[in-house]
T-cell receptor, first 118, second 112 residues
Framework: DAGVIQSPRHEVTEMGQEVTLRCKPI?????LFWYRQTMMRGLELLIY????????DSGMPEDRFSAKMPNASFSTLKIQPSEPRDSAVYFC????????????????FGSGTRLTVV | GQQVMQIPQYQHVQEGEDFTTYCNSS?????IQWYKQRPGGHPVFLIQ?????EVKKQKRLTFQFGEAKKNSSLHITATQTTDVGTYFC????????????FGQGTTLQVKP
């Protein structure tokens, strides 16, 4: 298995532009998570999906952020419009969860997308 | 929400010295996971602890879960330069939700 695949690895964009981050989870995993990592705030959970359904988006900073999971093998995180304070490393992770959504195994993280908004 | 304190925030050791990081919660935990992130890398799952008082070992790494299931520790014996990185605990509360909230992490530097 190639693991969790994220694209792009690096993204530099101008303030106000739309940014779309992509993630392909591990086949067979039914939970997918988007995290943001900065020096100041550490690893923050933005949103997670279970069986393609958004379960908890309480970590999404504001309406400029949206996430979708149209099928079990693909998810996107979109920022529109982007702002300099959105600069961070965005990680996607996947895992297999039990029937009540509890993760019984560890998360597998992708390599991340380093976003810089200038 | 889940409150967890991970200490210390940073630790510098001489190669060969031991290292311990602690994760303390204000509430009883369902289980706890530990991850390692190398500089410039992504978090990698190390282990999950579930039972009260559980102790697990992976080579030079020893993981413990407290009897009250409110704290956990990771101990590295005789550190090596390959141990450099940030170690995160990720506890799950008794509400048994699917999401994992990470601690602040302990960054370990090892001087050769």
């Amino acid at each position: 298995d190639a693991g969790v695949i994220q694209s792009p690895r690096h993204e530099v964009t101008e303030m106000g532009q739309e940014v779309t981050l992509r993630c392909k989870p591990i086949s067979g995993h039914n939970s997918l998570f988007w995290y943001r990592q900065t020096m100041m705030r550490g690893l923050e959970l933005l949103i997670y999906f279970n069986n393609n359904v958004p379960i908890d988006d309480s970590g999404m900073p504001e309406d400029r952020f949206s996430a979708k999971m149209p099928n079990a093998s693909f998810s996107t995180l979109k920022i529109q419009p982007s702002e300099p304070r959105d600069s961070a490393v965005y990680f996607c992770a996947s895992s297999f969860s039990g029937s009540r959504g509890s993760a019984r195994y560890g998360y597998t993280f992708g390599s991340g997308t380093r976003l810089t908004v200038v | 929400g889940q409150q967890v304190m991970q200490i210390p925030q940073y630790q510098h050791v001489q190669e060969g010295e031991d290292f311990t990081t602690y994760c303390n919660s204000s509430t009883t935990l369902s289980n706890i996971q530990w991850y390692k992130q190398r500089p410039g890398g992504h978090p990698v799952f190390l282990i999950q602890l579930v039972k009260s008082g559980e102790v697990k070992k992976q080579k030079r790494l020893t993981f413990q879960f407290g009897e009250a299931k409110k704290n956990s520790s990771l101990h590295i014996t005789a550190t090596q330069t390959t141990d450099v990185g940030t170690y995160f605990c990720a506890p799950r509360g008794s509400s048994n939700t699917g999401k994992l909230i990470f601690g602040q992490g302990t960054t370990l530097q090892v001087k050769p």
